[in-house]
């Protein structure tokens, strides 16, 4: 079992930069990888990028490749999203996940186990 507690959202302008995080709780968090999901109201959710079990090797989705930033603290057990340059098509809620028994670079949200209740992120132009 694990529980996934997600903060850091809030409302930032067009340009602003925002860091989510992610704090883990239950199983040994370097035993698993994590990633970051969104959901814009009236969308599916989508996969924005994983992080595997040590930090060392994360998978982006192409659009979001260089404006936002994953890491881990296996020490805090959190993972964290650095997003920067923020544009209001950023807008939705945020999750985080936990891929306990899946293939690294997972994309699907099918393909994790535990998620958080999510932080909403609202970027005004």
């Known amino acids: 079992q694990v529980q996934l507690v997600e903060s850091g959202g809030g409302l930032v302008q067009a340009g602003g930069s925002l860091r989510l995080s992610c704090a883990a709780s239950?199983?040994?968090?370097?035993?698993?990888?994590m990633g970051w999901f969104r959901q814009a109201p009236g969308k599916e959710r989508e996969f924005v990028v994983c992080i595997s079990r040590s930090g060392g090797i994360t998978y982006y989705a192409d659009s979001m490749k260089g404006r936002f930033t994953i890491s881990r603290d296996n020490a805090k057990n959190t993972v964290y999203l650095q997003m920067n340059s923020l544009k209001p098509e950023d807008t939705a809620v945020y999750y985080c996940?936990?891929?306990?028994?899946?293939?690294?670079?997972?994309?699907?949200?099918?393909?994790?186990?535990?998620w958080g209740q999510g932080t909403q992120v609202f970027v005004s132009s």
């Open positions: 239950g199983r040994t968090f370097s035993s698993y990888t």
């Open positions: 996940a936990a891929n306990i028994f899946g293939g690294w670079g997972a994309k699907r949200p099918n393909d994790y186990d535990y």
